[in-house]
């Protein structure tokens, strides 16, 4: 069983920062590709960002390109959300995913993992 656990939300104010952290626990499975989406209040989920397995390859939403960066960490199993300049349509519950894959992977259809979400709310 994999297990995914975001962690770093908050609340902050317009132009701050926050770091989401996703640790993936359990079974082992390599390679594996991980995303970041967000969901706010009636609206559908949405793609943020994504990395590939050996984190050479990178995507990103147009609205978060510039402010938002995704690292990953192999020896840690671990997806970070770095964001910065940050805007009160930034608030919603982000989502981190995990899927078998070595690929860049850019819609929420073809994760098999997710985590349970955190909130980030921005306030103006």
């Known amino acids: 069983q994999v297990q995914l656990v975001e962690s770093g939300g908050g609340l902050v104010q317009a132009g701050g920062s926050l770091r989401l952290s996703c640790a993936v626990f359990?079974?082992?499975?390599?390679?594996?590709?991980m995303g970041w989406f967000r969901q706010a209040p009636g609206k559908e989920r949405e793609f943020v960002a994504a990395i590939s397995w050996n984190g050479g390859i990178t995507g990103y939403a147009d609205s978060v390109k510039g402010r938002f960066t995704i690292s990953k960490d192999n020896a840690k199993n671990t997806v970070y959300l770095q964001m910065n300049s940050l805007k009160p349509e930034d608030t919603a519950v982000y989502y981190c995913a995990a899927d078998n894959s070595a690929r860049l992977l850019l819609h929420p259809w073809e994760y098999d993992y997710w985590g349970q979400g955190t909130q980030v709310s921005v306030s103006s």
């Open positions: 359990g079974r082992a499975f390599t390679p594996y590709a």
